[in-house]
Structure formats: C-alpha cells, structure tokens
C-alpha cells in the first residue's frame, strides 16, 4: 500500500533529527538529548520502516546492523594513494625534519604545523558521491586496499550522509578505525565468557572486527571512526590550511580528534609532543604517537613526495609501549591476602622508556588460556606506570615444546599449603598467621577496633615494628617490652605504657572477637559470632570438619573450606596457642545448638531501644541464631521498633510484617542485658 506522506514526511524528520544528534554526539561530544531520548526517536524510525519497508533508505541510521556474511573483498584501487609517514623517534629528528622542510621551500621563517595524536587503529578510506557515503575501503599497500563498506556503515560515527546543502560532487575522506578501552576490556570479557578469541590489543581487535566478513558482528563491535585528512575532493573551494580542512570535515559531519591543534613552529611541536606524552595514559584509548603536517596545503604540494611519504608530514612516535623478549622464568608472589601471582622473569627489554625484566601474569589461569611457557619470546606491555604484563606468546618462534609454568603446592614465603577454591581463579596460602608476605596486614586486622580492639597500635605503628623486625607474628604483640616500644620512632615512654595497657586490657575479649581477628578467609564478624555460638568454645571450631561446619547460620561450603585449611595449618594452630598462653581469655558459652530459639528467623531494627546501642541489639539477636538485615521485606520474621522508628516501621505496616516494641524485643532474648 502507499506510504502516507504524514508517514514520508515523519520519516525524513526522523532521520534527520537522529543524524543531528548523531553529529552532536560522535563529533561535537555535546549531547543534547538524553540515551533514552535519543532511542525513542530510533525506535520510533523504525517502526515506521517496519511499516513501510521502501521508507527505509540506504542512508537510514537504522542500516546499521549489518548484513549476511560475504564471501570475500573485493579490491579497490585508490584515485590517489594512501602513503605512510615518515618516522621520528628523537627531538633531533624533528628538528632535522624541519630544517631540511624550511631549506626545500627556501622559508627561513618559522613553519606552522597542524598537530593530532597518532591513533592506533587501522586506516580506511570512505568515499562520498553528492553527500553520501558508496565506498569504504582498508588502506591496504596504499594502491589497492579492500571494500568493507558493508562494515564501515555499521559505525554510528561515520555519517552515512554528510551535513548541508551544498555537499562536494566526490570527496575521499581518511581517518583511523580504533576501539577505546573501556569498550575493548568489555569485548574480551565477552569474548572470554562466550569462549571466543580474545584479543591481544585495541588496534588488533578494531582491525579484526573492520574485516569480518559478517558485517553483523563488525556492528556489534565497539568501534569508533575518527578522520585525519581528504585525498580526493572535488568541489567548491577547499580551505588552503590542513587545520582549516580538518574543521571542514567537522562541519559536514566527520569526527576529528578533539586534541587536533594549529602551531606556529617546530618548538612548539616538541612542547604539544610532550604535552601528549604526558596525557597518553589518560586518554581512554590507545595513540602511539603524534603526527604533524605542514599546515599550509600550498606549500605542502611545492615540498611534494618521497616514494612511499609526503615530505611534509612526519610521525613522532612515543617510546615502545609493546616489545618482545624472551620469557626466561616464571615466579610466584604473595600478596598481602596471601593470593599468589605468577611474575615473569624477562630478558631485560626497554618498553616505553623504561627497562623492564619483570611482569605479570596475572594468573594460571591466563596462563593456560594464553598457553604461555617458559623459555617463549613473549609481547610484554606498558601502560604509563601500569604494570607490565605479558600479552601473549609469539607461537611462531617456538621451539621444541617448553614447559608450562606450575603452581608450587607450597608457599614460597612461608612453606604452607597452598590451595585453590573451586571456581576461583586466585591460589592462596593457608599461613595467614606467619606468612611474611601477609603479616603487616594479618597484624593490623587484629589490632582493630571489630578484633581485638588494641588501642594505640596503629598501622605506621605495626609497619615500624614489622620492618625492624620487632614482632614477626600477632603472638610476638605480647611479648613486647617497655624498652622496645620506646625505642621506636615518635613513641614517647607514655605512649608505650599506653599501647602495653591497651595489649593488656585486649587480653579479655569474646570468643567471636577473637574468631574474627584471626583473619581467617571470608569469616567475618557475623560469621565468627555464628561460630562461637553454635560452638561455644574455640577447640570444636578448630577440629569440626566440614560438614559440622557447615551446619552453622551462614557459614557454606567455600566459608567451611577456609576454616578447615586455616586451622589445618600447624602453624596457625602454634599461634592460637601462644596467644591463649600469653593470657588472652573470654567468658565461658554454653555449647548453643539447643539455645537457637531464633535460628531462621530475620529481624529488622529502626529505632532507639532503651538501655540497648543498636549494634547490642543485634548481637543478642544474633547469639540465639538470628539474622539481622537492614532492609524489610516479606521475608522479614519481625521488626523491632525503638522510640522515633523511621521509614521501615511504615514499610512493615504495609506488608503486614509483626512489630515488636520493646518489652517483645526484651521477651524474645530472655531479658539479657
């Protein structure tokens, strides 16, 4: 049936409302519409070409989804070649460049150059006949590249159709296909989760993804177009100025890059050189160096051509951020939670200005999945002050088949066991207690105020005493002396007494308490309070097996699997007995299995309760089996309503959930106080 004008006309308005936007967005970066905004009207678009299919033309924003695979590229033969650039790697290349530019042209004045960040993609070509967009094509050898239009108009940033009315009769447009690397990070999690390759960099995936021969991946691909400069052109009068072209190509809807500068000299080159250097890391996407062209587009036809580069253009490339070198050994770290990293041991490589031997990993299992093995010559990166990493293994120079790196059974630090959870990538050593790598951080957790609550004894405090090697172990906290303590760096005799009072007042705690400050793995304190009241006393936790373990409130089968390594530990168990030994104790609990009144139940308080902070509240609550939530829901067994209750009163009302005040509240836990 015909399509309605209402329709046509509704349509065209469409299309060229989400074309502004579009323009808004991927070259102005000034958004006017919200996301939300924004796809209304596409959806919208699309219903009508739903409706009336001849409503949807090839310059539609709705055509970008792709099409069905093709069978191959066809080759295209560029008007005027696509060249490379020259490179410089040393300030005194640039200025040879410049000297040798201003000799050719018999210009003693100072050269103005347009300067951009080098991105690091893949170079393409788009073609536009009367404003739009017939033809895109890969660089290639610089004559002949491949037609990847199908893929190129998948790209929300190119335009399909140019801004104005008065567009060229052909103009070729050049520029950079790359992928940021929030989007490349989201790619390979994707990729990894669905069992798909992983890429290796940005440039490798935006390259992979521009030459699918599924156009329908390409689309689903987070790829951006950003253009550097025009081959071929005919039409009105083009600006004489490489800066004022690239503004032009801003106006009739091409994105350029938003750190693109006009300079008047070559000092001021070296100065935005170094200004890029500097703002590399923070970019969000890859450069790997700075291009600068001759600004004025007749002095650039006088400086004319090399074989393969203009004269009057050059690349200053940034020191190597990617290298190879040789894999020569694989060692494991411990970290401060006791999680063990594989680091790389390399032939000494510079990679980004700085001389590198070390690298990570990461983990196992990226070793495997990367298939890396000792002795491979390896592609290692370095981000800003990121920590190198090695990428992947260079497969084809492999010789003979070396072995993968192992996981040592035991830890290197402290000789415990090391073990993985099931669906875990991280292995952990089990010596929480005397590992040296964990011990700074082992003893600052049971110095705080949830543990063992050691007042004075603050980080710089511990750190101090771990670097002299004062106190190798929480055990050692009890041993110190007067003598020691003031010895110490800003620790006055008074503030020493201080600390050796509040070792000795931490000696009298709660069996929870102390549960908690052993620092055992995913045992926090609701976990450790669950322990000491179903248990009732600290010999049983330590030798339930798992099963026992697991028939604690909150405690599962990955929490009972830490417990049980943790106390299976020899050296773990030396401590718990020397500091049992040194006098800390806690009030006897009655083994409270059949006290559990309230095991399964959940309860919520709001409120303020008389003679009761709401965190002892809880605790009362909790050592008859219940939990504690902050939240009401339909689930909820009660609500315990103090004086001045806030909104979760009124949301229990509505759900019909029971209120209890405080003489209920008083009932329910037997009157303690």
């Known amino acids: 049936m015909p399509v309605p004008k209402s329709c046509r006309a509704e349509a065209a308005e469409l299309r060229q ?68 650039l020259d490179n410089a790697f040393e300030e005194e290349e640039m200025l040879a460049f410049d000297r040798r530019l201003r000799e050719r042209l018999d210009h003693e004045a100072p050269l103005a150059y347009c300067a951009e960040p080098k991105l690091d993609g893949l170079a393409i070509s788009l073609l ?121 190509l801003r106006d009739i809807g091409l994105p350029i890059s938003r750190q693109i500068e006009l300079l008047d000299s070559i000092d001021a080159c070296l100065d935005y050189y170094r200004r890029m250097l500097q703002m590399r890391d923070g970019l969000g996407f890859d450069i790997d160096g700075v291009v600068f062209k001759l600004d004025d587009s007749r002095l650039q036809h006088q400086a004319g051509f090399v074989a393969r580069a203009p004269r009057w253009a050059i690349a200053y490339k940034f020191p190597a951020q990617e290298v190879m070198t040789r894999l020569l050994d694989v060692d494991f770290q411990v970290g401060r939670t006791g999680a063990l990293t594989p680091v790389a041991r390399l032939d000494p490589v510079a990679v980004g200005g700085v001389m590198v031997s070390n690298a990570t990993l990461h983990n196992m299992d990226e070793i495997l999945r990367k298939d890396i093995r000792i002795g491979d010559v390896v592609i290692v990166r370095r981000a800003g002050d990121v920590i190198p990493e090695v990428v992947a293994p260079v497969i084809e120079r492999r010789k003979g088949k070396p072995a993968l790196p192992s996981m040592p059974a035991r830890c290197p630090v402290c000789d415990s066991e090391v073990f993985q959870q099931p669906g875990q990538a991280a292995y952990r050593c089990t010596g929480g207690l005397i590992c040296r790598a964990q011990r700074k951080e082992g003893i600052k957790h049971f110095a705080s105020r949830k543990a063992m609550d050691i007042e004075g004894l603050g980080d710089k405090l511990v750190e101090q005493m771990v670097e002299q090697e004062i106190i190798g172990s929480v055990a050692d906290l009890y041993g110190l002396t007067l003598e020691q303590l003031s010895g110490l760096e800003r620790m006055a005799e008074k503030s020493a007494r201080n600390l050796l009072d509040a070792l000795e007042k931490s000696k009298r705690t709660t069996l929870a308490r102390f549960i908690y400050a052993l620092g055992v793995r995913e045992v926090g304190e609701s976990t450790a309070e669950a322990l000491a009241g179903h248990f009732g006393n600290l010999d049983q936790v330590m030798n339930a097996d798992l099963e026992t373990l697991q028939q604690v409130e909150d405690v599962g089968p990955v929490v009972a699997e830490n417990i049980r390594h943790f106390f299976d530990q020899q050296s773990n168990r030396e401590i718990v007995a020397r500091l049992i030994a040194a006098g800390i104790h806690w009030p006897a609990i009655e083994a409270s299995r059949a006290a559990q009144t309230l095991a399964g139940k959940t309860y919520v308080i709001t409120g303020t309760l008389d003679g009761y902070s709401r965190d002892q509240a809880a605790k009362l609550l909790k050592a008859r089996g219940a939990r504690i939530s902050s939240s009401v829901s339909a689930k909820t067994s009660a609500v315990i309503a103090g004086e001045n209750p806030g909104s979760k009163l009124g949301k229990a009302q509505a759900l019909g959930v029971e209120i209890l005040d405080q003489a209920a509240f008083e009932e329910l836990v037997g009157g303690a106080s």
């Open 128 to 248: 536009y006949e009367k404003g739009e967009l017939v033809r895109a094509a890969t660089r290639g050898d610089g004559r002949n590249g491949e037609n990847i239009t199908a893929n190129a108009r998948t790209l929300a940033s190119i335009p399909l159709r140019l801004r104005g009315d008065s567009p060229p009769g052909r103009i070729e447009v050049r520029g950079e296909v790359y992928m940021e690397l929030a989007g490349f990070r989201e790619l390979n999690r994707s990729q990894q989760q669905s069992g798909g390759k992983v890429f290796a960099n940005p440039r490798n995936a935006a390259a992979g993804s521009l030459r699918l021969l599924d156009s329908r991946i390409t689309a689903s691909r987070p790829l951006t177009f950003c253009s550097y400069g025009i081959g071929l052109y005919q039409g009105s009068d083009l600006p004489q100025s490489q800066y004022r072209q690239m503004r032009y």
């Open 17 to 84: 409302e989400i074309a502004e936007h579009n323009y808004r967005y991927y070259v102005l970066d000034a958004p006017t519409v919200t996301d939300q905004a924004y796809d209304r009207l596409f959806r919208r678009l699309q219903e009508l070409e739903r409706e009336y299919p001849e409503l949807a033309s090839a310059d539609s924003p709705t055509q970008r989804v792709g099409s069905a695979p093709a069978s191959h590229f066809e080759t295209v033969t560029h008007e005027v070649a696509m060249l490379s």
